[in-house]
């Protein structure tokens, strides 16, 4: 089965920083692009970042550009969002997502495998 | 960035019902839209990728149509467990964006 899975997500006072995982099985992972999107409560969904199948090329979302980093290491299938310098407005369930074919972050295809999703709370 | 303008926000419909969502572009991006459904406490489910693509696995009702800056998805005939939130999102250049969403609800 084709299946993401997102950990790391907790609770960390402003400033702080966190790790996110996300665990990937049932597909050849090199071969695809990687997202992260998150959702604020009760809101709508925001890109927060991007990784090429090999991990060379990564992009980020405006809110979060210079704060967070984006890695994957494809021996183990997993990929992971670094997070610095964390604010209240960061609070979200953050998603782990497969592009659905190829690659490259941007292409006219959509994520096609989500995770369940991990919580971040930024609070003190 | 790519502003992506959908709408309605929400609008409440009843079993059978043929729904229309649009969503408008601020750029242009070709055929690089795509289409989810979202369930409350759930994760984004793909329906359409490429505008027109149906996701396997999705229902035949559901279609998507449009090039450029505007797109349309379409529900032919509403059932039950279509009611959900329905967002855009392109594809077309960093960073992605999506739709603000748009809430089809029981009439």
């Known amino acids: 089965e084709v299946q993401v899975l997102e950990s790391g997500g907790g609770l960390v006072q402003p400033g702080g920083s966190l790790r996110l995982s996300c665990a990937a099985s049932?597909?050849?992972?090199?071969?695809?692009?990687m997202s992260w999107v998150r959702q604020f409560t009760g809101q709508g969904l925001e890109w927060v970042s991007g990784i090429s199948g090999s991990g060379g090329n990564t992009f980020y979302g405006d809110s979060v550009k210079g704060r967070f980093t984006i890695s994957r290491d494809n021996s183990k299938n997993t990929m992971y969002l670094q997070m610095n310098s964390l604010r209240a407005e960061d609070t979200a369930i953050y998603y782990c997502a497969k592009k659905a074919v190829g690659k490259t972050v941007t292409d006219p295809y959509g994520l096609d495998v989500w995770g369940q999703g991990t919580t971040v709370t930024v609070s003190s | 960035d790519i502003q992506m303008t959908q709408s309605p926000s929400s609008l409440s419909a009843s079993v059978g019902d043929r729904v229309t969502v649009t969503c408008r572009t601020s750029?242009?991006?070709?055929?690089?839209l795509n289409w989810y459904q979202q369930k409350p406490g759930k994760a984004p489910k793909l329906l359409i990728s490429a505008a027109t693509s149906l996701e396997s696995g999705a229902p035949s009702r559901f279609s998507g149509s449009g090039s450029g800056t505007d797109f349309t998805l379409t529900i032919s005939s509403l059932q039950p467990e279509d009611f959900a939130t329905y967002y855009c999102?392109?594809?077309?250049?960093?960073?992605?964006?999506f739709g603000g969403g748009t809430k089809v609800g029981i009439k």
């Open positions: 049932g597909f050849t992972f090199d071969t695809y692009a």
């Open positions: 750029h242009y991006i070709s055929n690089y």
């Open positions: 999102q392109q594809s077309y250049s960093t960073p992605l964006t």
